[in-house]
Structure formats: C-alpha cells, structure tokens
C-alpha cells in the first residue's frame, strides 16, 4: 500500500459500511491514513458510529451519510489508493465513474457481489477501460487502476 498521500497514510474510500474490516487493514491508528466510507440508513451509519466510538477509533473515519451518488461528489482525497464497493450493486460503475479521476495508478478497487454488477463488471475488464481486473472467488470482483 502507497503511503506516501499528502496528508501522510493511505486514503481508503468505502461504500457500504466495511469499516471494521478497512481498519484491521488499513492500520489507521498509526499509519496517519483517512478513511471516508458512506452510508444511505441513519441507523446504520449512526450503530457505526458507535462501534467506532466505544472502540476510540471514531476520529480515524469519516462516515458521511446520505445517496453516495451525492456524498461522494465533493471533498475527495487527492489520491485514493483503495475504493471499496460494497453499497448499492446498482451503482458501482456510477460511484466509480464519480471517484476515478482520483485513483492512483496502482489503486485497487474490490468489488463485492459483482455478478449483481454487470455494468460495473464490463467497465474494469474492458482491455481499453484503464483498469487490469479478475474474478476472485465468492463473487469478488479485484480490478487495479492501470498507469
Ligand atoms: C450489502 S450492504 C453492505 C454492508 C456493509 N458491508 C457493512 O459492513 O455494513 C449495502 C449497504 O449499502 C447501503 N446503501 C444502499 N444504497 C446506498 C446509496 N445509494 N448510497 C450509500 N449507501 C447505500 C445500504 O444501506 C447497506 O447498508
């Protein structure tokens, strides 16, 4: 993982609430990473908020609530090392699409219940849509931003 984002650690950006498992990976507490994840269900963004919170870890992430198709319009990390999708399957090529001007080269995207995504699915194996990509088992679509 690319540490060297301007504000120091890597930027992680999750729809759907796979916090617990960014932070186990992401080491957030000393790496000086930002994680920005989104939530459509008050009551799910708020239950994670409380979990973080009794674990101390509330300061680490960002939980911005609302249709990711709007959160995730405005105030982006410069560069994204990881995009996470794990939201509505309907709208994966759409969050990419919002988000993908800030992927570095080397970004990896993992992409939960691909086959629900095929329009999502086409974009990443395209040979000319930038993106290198494979199928892993449990329906795990892992695709890498291309240079
Ligand atoms: C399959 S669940 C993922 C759960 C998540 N991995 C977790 O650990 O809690 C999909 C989540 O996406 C949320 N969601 C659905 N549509 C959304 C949207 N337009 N924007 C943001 N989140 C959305 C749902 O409320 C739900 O919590």
């Known amino acids: 993982m690319n540490n060297s984002g301007a504000a120091g650690g890597s930027?992680?950006?999750?729809?759907?609430?796979?916090?617990?498992?960014?932070?186990i990976?992401?080491?957030?507490?000393?790496?000086g990473?930002?994680?920005?994840?989104?939530?459509?269900?008050?009551?799910k963004a708020q239950r994670a908020r409380d979990n973080l919170a009794a674990g101390g870890l509330l300061d680490l992430v960002e939980i911005r609530e609302g249709d990711a198709l709007e959160t995730l319009r405005s105030k982006l990390p410069e560069q994204i090392d990881l995009l996470l999708?794990?939201?509505?399957?309907?709208?994966?090529?759409?969050?990419?699409?919002l988000v993908e001007d800030r992927l570095r080269p080397g970004a990896l995207i993992v992409?939960?219940?691909?086959?629900?995504?095929?329009?999502?699915?086409?974009?990443?194996?395209?040979p000319e849509g930038g993106y290198l990509s494979l199928p892993l088992p449990g329906d795990v679509e892992l695709s890498?931003?291309?240079a």
């Open 11 to 23: 930027k992680w950006l999750l729809t759907g609430l796979g916090v617990l498992i960014a932070l």
């Open 25 to 31: 990976g992401l080491g957030l507490a000393g790496g």
């Open 33 to 43: 990473g930002q994680l920005i994840t989104t939530e459509f269900e008050p009551s």
């Open 85 to 97: 999708l794990d939201g509505a399957k309907g709208l994966y090529a759409d969050v990419l699409a």
């Open 111 to 126: 992409a939960d219940n691909a086959d629900y995504c095929a329009e999502y699915v086409a974009k990443v194996r395209d």
């Open 144 to 146: 890498m931003k291309r």
